[in-house]
């Protein structure tokens, strides 16, 4: 079955402590992305990926870090995570960046932050 | 000003009926259009393309606007199951999305 998976879905941690989400997809995509979901505020791009080693920052990068050592993962990393990084986490891919092919979403990780 | 809005709602219609939503956009340069639906606590997924001509698929049809810079989503006939988030989307070599408009239809 052709998917985003995300792991943990739900997690509940302490400010200041190192959390890594993953992200994997089996549709050999090309073009990865994080947003985050706020209420009144939509999805926001955190960072995104056209290719592997190759990532580059969306409009809200700050206190993240991600990666793409290969072309089916990209893992998000909160090095010292803050309670206003509280929120709903999705990964998503697309055969190609651009914006102009559908994107497959995770079914979201849910982080909050104490 | 958001580079994309629409009407949060939420909307609450009985089954069978007709809604619409609006969307409008920032960006004159926005080359492609989306609606895409998101049940509640899950992820959002593709609804329809938006295309210059206007386009239908059953009982949804979506219309672009481009000199006004606003795109719109058409329900006919309601059903339970129509119940979700619905997020406007527009990409100019990346995607902007809307805050969503929530729709409930009831019995």
């Known amino acids: 079955e052709a998917q985003v998976t995300q792991n943990p879905r739900y997690l509940i941690t302490v400010t200041g402590k190192k959390l890594t989400v993953t992200c994997s997809q089996n549709m050999n995509h090309e073009y990865m992305s994080w947003y985050r979901q706020d209420p009144g505020l939509g999805l926001r791009q955190i960072y995104y990926s056209m290719n592997v080693e190759a990532t580059d920052k969306g409009d809200v990068p700050e206190g993240y870090k991600v990666s793409r050592k290969e072309k089916r993962n990209f893992p998000l990393i909160l090095e010292s995570p803050s309670p206003n990084q509280t929120s709903l986490y999705f990964c998503?891919?697309?055969?190609?960046?651009?914006?102009?092919?559908?994107?497959?979403f995770g079914p979201g990780t849910r982080l909050t932050v104490l | 000003r958001k580079e994309v809005e629409q009407d949060p709602g939420p909307f609450n219609v009985p089954e069978g009926a007709t809604v619409a939503f609006n969307c409008t956009y920032s960006n004159s340069a926005s080359q492609s259009f989306f609606w895409y639906r998101q049940d509640c606590r899950k992820e959002p997924k593709l609804l329809m393309s938006v295309y210059s001509s206007g386009n239908e698929d059953g009982r949804f049809t979506a219309q672009l606007n481009r000199a006004s810079q606003y795109i719109s989503l058409l329900i006919r006939d309601s059903k339970l199951s129509d119940t979700a988030t619905y997020l406007c989307v527009v990409t100019n070599n990346d995607m902007r999305f809307g805050a969503g408009t929530r729709l409930t239809v009831k019995p």
């Open positions: 998503a891919s697309s055969h190609s960046s651009g914006g102009a092919t559908e994107q497959f």
